[in-house]
């Protein structure tokens, strides 16, 4: 990527002294979820931490066995069963009074779809689980396939016109398990993104992290455009950064412009949105009735609108 790691900060003494993804791993140039890895070994810093990872591209990206390419101790499950072995291994920790702070690492198909009943109900137990999801909006490691967490619009393997459904809103519906933190993350904006890392390492109980992670492959968009992709993003408005405290408080971290052309741009710097021909216009109602919704639930006002171009 053009864009420096971590908008350019240094790696210090304070930070894990080894990689949690090593070099030599088989994710794609331009993969979000690579990105996230290094955020997180500085989060991570000198906690003892344990990673989970179900079917997705974390659990290839590995490599081959007998190496790996991840610098902590991996459990690699099935779909389905992620955070049931993620309690199993948070259990252990605290049978041998353990700092250990285990993360479950799960692409959208593992935590929407496929892997959604076993999270669910670690949530409702409010295990000592850190889960972070890496979104990227498709199946991306079984050929790009719609998952729930795939935009409308977007064309996939199997929906050749552009997926006709709206993507499943997964931040309400962690809020409603009302776990003591759900938050979700910008890669564009690495200070907050630090700062809710080391947040949700630090607390307790049941942790949700949800974080628009680019695809090149799936998104059909150029590597180094990755971090722009999810900056116009949040800008637009399509994707809230906000943070719920036990499912009751809600803040919205950073405030968009909502603005149409970073819309547009962001639709244009894809190719899988060619075929449907989705326009800013096509999204815009939804969105700002996504924010209006956020308004209410943060205690914020609705400003008026104006013109299109944002408010």
């Known amino acids: 990527m053009n864009e420096p790691q971590l908008c350019g900060m240094a790696l ?9 993804l090593r070099p030599g791993n ?12 290094q955020m997180m070994r500085r989060a991570v810093a000198d906690r003892p931490a344990q990673l989970v990872i179900p079917a997705c591209c974390g659990a290839v990206a590995a490599g081959a066995f007998p190496q790996s390419a991840y610098g902590a101790p991996t459990l690699l499950t099935t779909f389905a069963s992620a955070s049931a072995a993620a309690t199993g291994a948070a ?6 009074s353990e700092e250990t702070r285990v993360i479950c690492l799960a692409g959208d198909g593992g935590t929407y ?9 670690a949530a409702e137990r409010n295990e000592d689980i850190l889960y972070i999801c890496y979104d990227n909006e498709i199946y991306g490691n079984t050929g790009g396939q719609r998952s729930s967490a795939t935009p409308a619009g977007a064309v996939t393997t199997n ?20 776990i003591p933190y759900a938050a979700s ?9 630090m700062r809710k890392l080391r947040l949700a390492l630090d607390l307790r109980g049941f942790r949700f992290l949800h974080v628009l992670s680019p695809c090149p492959t799936g998104w059909k968009s150029e590597p180094a455009l990755g971090m722009e992709l999810v900056r116009l993003a949040v800008r637009s408005g399509l994707f809230p950064v906000i943070e719920v405290f036990d499912g009751k408080r809600h803040l919205v971290n950073i405030e968009p ?22 326009k800013a216009a096509d999204l815009r109602p939804a969105i700002d009735r996504h924010w209006q919704n956020l308004r209410v639930l943060s205690g914020r006002i609705v400003p008026a609108r104006r013109d299109g171009q944002g408010r």
């Open 159 to 178: 929906t050749q016109e552009g997926k006709p459904e709206q993507k499943k809103d997964i931040m309400a519906i962690m809020a409603a398990h009302r």
């Open 185 to 193: 993350l910008s890669l564009a904006h690495a200070d907050d993104t």
């Open 113 to 121: 779809d496929i892997g959604f009943a076993s999270m669910s109900a």
């Open 12 to 20: 210090t003494a304070l930070d894990r002294p080894s990689p949690l």
């Open 257 to 278: 412009d909502f603005s149409d052309e970073a819309l547009e741009m962001y639709l244009s710097l894809q190719r899988r949105f060619q075929r449907s021909r989705l």
């Open 26 to 37: 088989t994710n794609c140039g331009g993969c979000g979820m690579s990105n996230l890895f």
């Open 91 to 96: 259990c252990v920790a605290q049978l041998n």
